[in-house]
Nanobody
Framework: QVQLAESGGGLVQPGGSLRLSCTTSESIFSFNTMAWYRQAPGNQRELVARRPRFGSRIYAESVEGRFTISTDNAKNTLYLQMNSLKPEDTAVYYC???????????WGRGTQVTVSS
């Protein structure tokens, strides 16, 4: 069973930065896509950023230019660098990993990000 473990959330003031990490129990190369989602209270879970194994990275319009998704393949870790944070970025952030073969979809438990003064 694949395990994903997020870390790096916390409380930050508007305009600040955080870097989220997601470490996988299997090689990042084994997944077709890795992504970050978020869910704010009362809202549906939404895509924040997606990194396919091949192809361009995709960002939600609301975070374009502020957030960057990246990987450290040697560490089997997915990152989300979040800059210029806004109160509306407050949510639980989830790491996702997907394999097309078998349609395997894996989720982490989430990490809370709170942007507030």
């Amino acid at each position: 069973q694949v395990q994903l473990a997020e870390s790096g959330g916390g409380l930050v003031q508007p305009g600040g930065s955080l870097r989220l990490s997601c470490t996988t129990s299997e090689s990042i190369f084994s997944f077709n896509t890795m992504a970050w989602y978020r869910q704010a209270p009362g809202n549906q879970r939404e895509l924040v950023a997606r990194r396919p194994r091949f192809g361009s990275r995709i960002y939600a319009e609301s975070v374009e230019g502020r957030f960057t998704i990246s990987t450290d393949n040697a560490k089997n870790t997915l990152y989300l660098q979040m800059n210029s944070l806004k109160p509306e970025d407050t949510a639980v952030y989830y790491c996702n990993a997907f394999r097309e073969l078998g349609s395997e979809d894996y989720w982490g438990r989430g990490t809370q990000v709170t942007v507030s003064s």
